[in-house]
């Protein structure tokens, strides 16, 4: 296993590291063609949880027009619309796969 970070790999900010009350509150993972996720629902109002969607879809926004050279204006619309899809189609099915404790136990 290598020690170099992977080019897929995503690195925790120096703020998130310095904060001791930081919450893991999702990873996405692109596999076998679709999204795969790990969740914590850690908001009591649900609202919460799209106000993050909201503002990560900025943020989306702005790393398309850094890392592709796309307008940021257009990728955020792109990205709503990617939303607005999704939504529309109704068939997004939650697979739970078996819960397991850190360290890969059982």
Known sequence: MSTEPSEFELTVPDSVAADAEAIELIRIWWSKNEPVMSVMPAFDDPAKF????????????????????????????RILQGLSDVIKADNVATVAEPATLKGGNA
Not at 57 to 62: D, N, Q, T
């Open 50 to 77: 799209g106000e993050l969607l909201a503002i990560a879809a900025r943020h989306m926004a702005y790393g398309y027009a850094v890392r592709h050279g796309h307008d940021e204006k257009t990728a955020y619309n």
